[in-house]
């Protein structure tokens, strides 16, 4: 079964600086990839995901994520930061399931907490 | 403008009481899903609909029921409300591909005292 492995539960950092958020998965076949972001008391909304060709993905807000088959990873990353990305960030694999749907298992997410 | 509408955002009740969460989408989207989302923890997916008369229990056990009428809409009904049933839960949908990304309403909180 895939599962999903987000190795920080919170991330302090200060404003302008670079952040990594990472996520490692385990899956037996091919996998689309997707990072949510969920600010406070509010839904999902997706930031990034991939599906094919090329490894590095981007978001429309700075940041991206590269998939790394070999090391079965896709970690977040932002070169600077800003207070307004506090949030809690969650990455997650799509299973596509027997009858045809996509079951989509996630990470415990990891708190980022920007600091001025 | 096409979305995923959840109601009550909050819901405090009594213990044994009946309640009902909503969910309408206004995309079109064929499968339906609903969460449960736990402080500090993974979403676990309770249920799912492949379409209309079209119900499936998820990976986590839950005592609530789901039922889906229409295309649009997706109600998750608890019929006696317990404590241990406080959670959010976070209703999505999504289009039949592969690959594709899940549409998340903005949640409920159900606190039940």
């Known amino acids: 079964a895939q599962s999903v492995t987000q190795l920080d539960s919170q991330v302090p950092v200060f404003e302008e600086a670079p952040v990594e958020l990472r996520c490692n998965y385990s899956s037996s076949v091919s996998v689309y990839l997707f990072w949510y972001v969920q600010y406070p008391n509010q839904g999902l909304q997706l930031l990034l995901k991939y599906l094919s060709g090329s490894t590095l993905v981007e978001s429309i807000n700075g940041f991206e994520a590269e998939f790394n088959k070999s090391q079965t990873s896709f970690h977040l990353r932002k070169p600077s930061v800003h207070i307004s990305d506090t949030a809690e960030y969650f990455c997650?694999?799509?299973?596509w399931g027997s009858g045809g749907y996509n079951k989509l298992i996630f990470g415990a997410g990891t708190r980022l907490a920007v600091h001025p | 403008e096409a979305d995923i509408y959840q109601t009550p955002r909050y819901l405090v009740i009594g213990t044994g009481k009946k309640i009902t969460l909503e969910c309408s989408q206004t995309m079109g989207h064929d499968k339906m899903y609903w969460y449960q989302q736990d402080p500090g923890m993974e979403l676990h997916l309770i249920h799912y609909s492949y379409g209309v008369n079209s119900t499936e229990k998820g990976d986590l056990s839950s005592e609530s029921t789901v039922s889906r009428i229409r295309t649009e809409h997706f109600p998750l009904t608890l019929e006696s409300a317990r404590p241990s049933h406080t959670s959010q839960y976070l209703c999505?949908?999504?289009?039949?591909?592969?690959?594709?990304?899940?549409?998340f309403g903005q949640g409920t909180r159900l606190t039940v005292v």
């Open positions: 999505a949908s999504s289009e039949s591909r592969q690959g594709v990304e899940a549409f």
């Open positions: 997650a694999v799509s299973e």
